[in-house]
């Protein structure tokens, strides 16, 4: 398999991509520091049968931030344009989740199809979740990096589920990104997002599966049933054994749930 790796010079910055295989191609696009190898099952797993493409967003893993102001859907727009890719289908974790929202909303003519995982739109937060963000910022804030790894796989990775539910290759390979985007400098120029998106989910016209994992905050269980009424036409999966990343809590089951929505959509 040949993987090709490297930068592209868009919008006055490089991004970091990896791009391997043949096919309709697929995007994904990772959440808050994390980075691409968030994606290893699925980069190594989809390119056999697509044409895949991941990247690190800028400020994660080897993309470096820019000084100036940025969007990430203008970003993707051009990452797109450079590998003259037309058409993609895009699946985003999180962050990756609204990123993959917001580029549909400005650049419908590239998406094929949107997987929206483990998505919230509304500000508004349980207690357990503030108490979450509480903790795991005032670790950040104070430089204490070991704490913050731990929380954040407690909180994302492990959920309200039992420990091990994640495998332990997954599990140091989630341990090792956390550290290595925590560790990064502190964003100097935050993106620029999309306002008041959540007013104009009417206009998401392509296929959209809402996916969310039943060990999650219960915000984002939530918010996955909301985002299904206010997306005409679009699908949900809750999967059982999964918390925040359900890509990394259930990689054989995430990838077959994502092969089939492909599927059905080349087939619609």
């Known amino acids: 398999m040949t993987i090709t790796k490297e930068f592209a010079e868009v919008n006055d910055g490089k991004l970091y991509y990896e791009l391997s295989g043949e096919g309709e191609a697929i995007l994904f696009i990772h959440g808050l520091f994390l980075d691409s190898k968030l994606w290893d099952k699925q980069f190594y797993e989809f390119s056999k049968t697509n044409k895949v493409i991941r990247l690190d967003l800028r400020g994660f893993g080897h993309t470096e931030i820019t000084e100036k102001s940025f969007s990430n859907f203008d970003d993707l727009k051009a990452l797109l344009e450079y590998l003259n890719i037309d058409k993609v289908h895009i699946v985003g974790l999180s962050l990756g989740s609204l990123i993959a929202l917001e580029f549909a909303l400005v650049y419908p003519e590239f998406v094929e199809s949107l997987v929206l995982c483990s998505m919230k739109l509304s500000r508004d937060e349980s207690p357990a979740l503030q108490n979450a963000r509480r903790d795991f910022w005032s670790a950040y804030q104070s430089g204490d990096m070991y704490t913050c790894v731990n929380l954040s796989e407690q ?14 290759e997954n599990r140091i390979l989630y341990r090792e990104m956390i550290e290595s985007n925590l560790s990064k ?54 999967f059982e054994k999964s918390a925040h990343l359900m890509n990394l809590n259930e990689p054989v089951l995430f990838n077959r749930t994502i092969a089939e929505f492909i599927s059905k959509t080349q087939n619609s």
Do not use: H, M
């Open 155 to 168: 909180l994302w990775l492990q959920g309200q589920g039992p420990a091990g539910i994640t495998s332990a």
């Open 185 to 238: 400098p502190k964003i100097k120029s935050k993106p620029i997002f999309l306002e008041n998106i959540e007013k104009k989910l009417d206009d998401i016209k392509v296929r959209t599966l809402i996916v969310s994992g039943e060990l999650d905050f219960e915000d984002y269980r939530l918010a996955a049933g909301e985002l299904c009424e206010k997306i005409k036409g679009s699908e949900k999966i809750s």
